[in-house]
Nanobody, 121 residues
Framework: QVQLVDSGGGLVQAGGSLRLSCAASGSIIKIVVMGWYRQAPGKQRELVANIISGGSTNYADSVKGRFTISRDNAKNTVYLQMNSLKPEDTAVYYC???????????????WGQGTQVTVAS
């Protein structure tokens, strides 16, 4: 069993910055992928960024050049540094991990509870 706890959301002015954090805990054998999704009201959940075990990263086109994903392997923690925030970035941001845990026969998806990011216009 794995738990993801995400945090760092809040209210910020357009052009400002926030850093989201997601800490994974539990009987972790290997983290295959960790990343962030977001969902705005009335919209589908979309991938924002992720980082795979080898270190490669992926970003949605809408956030390239503004957001940076990083990790601290020793802490099983992933971060999303969000700069130059725009009102259209307003959404609930969810941490996601594909994690191999003791007792699981294959890596499974886990989700954080979500953290609200609101960018004022």
């Amino acid at each position: 069993q794995v738990q993801l706890v995400d945090s760092g959301g809040g209210l910020v002015q357009a052009g400002g910055s926030l850093r989201l954090s997601c800490a994974a805990s539990g009987s972790i054998i290997k983290i295959v992928v960790m990343g962030w999704y977001r969902q705005a009201p009335g919209k589908q959940r979309e991938l924002v960024a992720n980082i795979i075990s080898g270190g490669s990263t992926n970003y949605a086109d809408s956030v390239k050049g503004r957001f940076t994903i990083s990790r601290d392997n020793a802490k099983n923690t992933v971060y999303l540094q969000m700069n130059s925030l725009k009102p259209e970035d307003t959404a609930v941001y969810y941490c996601n991990g594909v994690v191999q845990a003791m007792g699981d026969v294959r890596p499974l998806n886990y989700w954080g509870q979500g953290t609200q990011v609101t960018v004022a216009s």
